[in-house]
């Protein structure tokens, strides 16, 4: 079992707190909700702001040692993303070609990744987005409302009959309302983050993704859109719908 699964089993204030400090280490924010996660005092935070200002490793020459490597690394956010973006398309595919228990069961995978990625995009993404593009503010408050509304939708789809024309007719807008939503997302923001950063950087934030990926809620919840509610509400989410999950054995 992988330390972050193990943490998140906890479900105590301390493993939540070690969750987003961990999250804050791996993208080097240290921001005012970064700092009253650490739950360890004065001498915690300024391990964590050192560690915020360190710079990226250097080869002889000055430059940075991943920067050629980054587009290609697994664990460059942008590639890291993009590949998410295939898999939800296909999940929808699958999903809406499928009935009954199949078409449930493809649903549940669906959400789950739409979870994973929205919390992914969130908490590491549009944060940086915002300090780092010159429209990054517009940019990200217009995906963040696409996000929310994604989010309404998937609530009531998990109230629908799932063979139910009903069903098929949400699930449909939706896909085209994601599918839409990625590709503003590639072009609008992750082509610019890439150029704007460095492949260390890069590299941080995809790190950072995988650890969001451990703690996002197995449902997207309405309404934590902004990164600072998701920092703070996101492994709480995270904890109850597993606690809820394995009571009724769901998910």
Not at 74 to 82: C, E, W, Y
């Given at each position: 079992m992988s330390a972050a699964k193990t943490i998140a089993r906890l479900r105590t204030p301390v493993a939540t707190s070690v969750l987003l400090l961990a999250t804050c280490f791996a993208t080097r924010v240290v921001t005012t909700h970064c700092r009253?996660?650490?739950?360890?005092g004065p001498a915690f935070r300024r391990v964590a702001d050192r560690s915020a200002q360190q710079p990226a490793r250097e080869t002889r020459d000055g430059k940075?040692?991943?920067?050629?490597?980054?587009i290609t690394s697994?664990?460059?956010?942008?590639?890291?993303?993009?590949s998410q973006h295939q898999q939800i398309k296909s999940l929808f595919a699958e999903t809406l070609a499928a009935s009954g228990k199949e078409?449930?069961?493809?649903?549940?995978e669906l959400r789950r990744l739409l979870a994973v990625h929205e919390t992914a995009e969130e908490e590491v993404v549009h944060p940086r987005a915002k300090r780092k593009l010159s429209d990054g503010a517009a940019v990200v408050d217009e995906r963040l409302h696409e996000e929310h509304e994604a989010k309404t939708v998937l609530q009531k789809l998990e109230k629908l009959d799932v063979d139910s024309a009903e069903f098929t007719r949400l699930l449909t807008e939706l896909r085209d309302a994601v599918v839409e939503h990625a590709e503003h997302e590639e072009h609008d923001e992750f082509s610019k983050l890439g150029q704007e950063l460095s492949g260390s950087e890069l590299e941080r934030m995809g790190r950072a993704a995988k650890l969001a990926e451990a703690i996002a809620p197995t449902r997207p919840h309405a309404g934590v859109e902004s990164p600072a509610a998701n920092m703070a509400a996101g492994p709480f989410a995270a904890m109850l719908d597993r606690a809820r999950d394995a009571i009724v054995g769901k998910g």
């Open positions: 009253a996660a650490y739950p360890f940075d040692t991943m920067a050629q490597s980054a697994p664990t460059d956010v942008v590639d890291f993303l993009v078409r449930e069961k493809a649903f549940v």
